[in-house]
């Protein structure tokens, strides 16, 4: 599962590598839900590895080389999810989103606190982008499957398949 990259999203936000690398160690344990909604009968799927991958020859908007956290998860196979892993397996659910927290939020401008700058996510200025730089992680609470990620990559990128009678990988 790509769970976060380095590329700027749909909220005009991006995580650097120092962040994702951080995230990864975070993230490693934690449970996939649905939408984000944190219930116990939400809970799909667990995150047993994680780390930052690196894409040669791929670039992110900024023109950098592209990265992402890619975790690995796992779930049981029961009969109460068959239809949700029929739904992975089929490409149907894919798109995931992580709940994290973050320390700061700076201007890719200006390097102030977002926020308290006049710069407008979103907007150029003398050719740069302006965009919030999330750093400093304090928490990962979950990743989710969800219809429209922020961040565009963010997915399950494989998984195995009926021939793992035990557990699916995403």
């Not at 995150?47 to 690196?54: F, G, H, L, M, P």
């Not at 998860?73 to 798109?95: C, F, H, P, Q």
């Not at 219809?147 to 998984?159: L, W, Y």
Request: with cysteine; glycine share 8%; hydrophobic share 35%.
């Amino acid at each position: 599962v790509v769970l976060c990259d380095n590329d700027v999203d749909r909220q005009m936000e991006r995580f650097d590598e120092e962040t994702l690398e951080q995230l990864a160690r975070m993230f490693v344990g934690k449970t996939g839900i649905c939408d984000h909604q944190p219930k116990t009968a939400n809970q799909l799927a667990r995150i047993y590895q994680a780390q930052v991958e690196y894409f040669p020859g791929k670039t992110n908007l900024l023109g950098e080389p592209y990265c992402a956290v890619v975790a690995k998860a796992y779930m049981v196979r029961t009969e109460s999810n068959r239809d949700l892993i029929l739904e992975i397996e089929a490409g149907i659910k894919k798109e995931v989103s992580v709940g994290c927290s973050m320390g700061r939020s700076v201007c890719s401008i200006c390097g102030a606190e977002s926020g308290t700058c006049t710069h407008v996510r979103g907007q150029t200025y003398d050719g740069k982008l302006c965009f919030a730089e999330l750093k400093d992680p304090t928490d990962a609470y979950e990743w989710s499957f969800v219809a429209v990620p922020a961040q565009r990559n963010a997915g399950v990128v494989k998984h195995f398949g009926p021939e793992r009678a035990e557990l699916s990988q995403l």
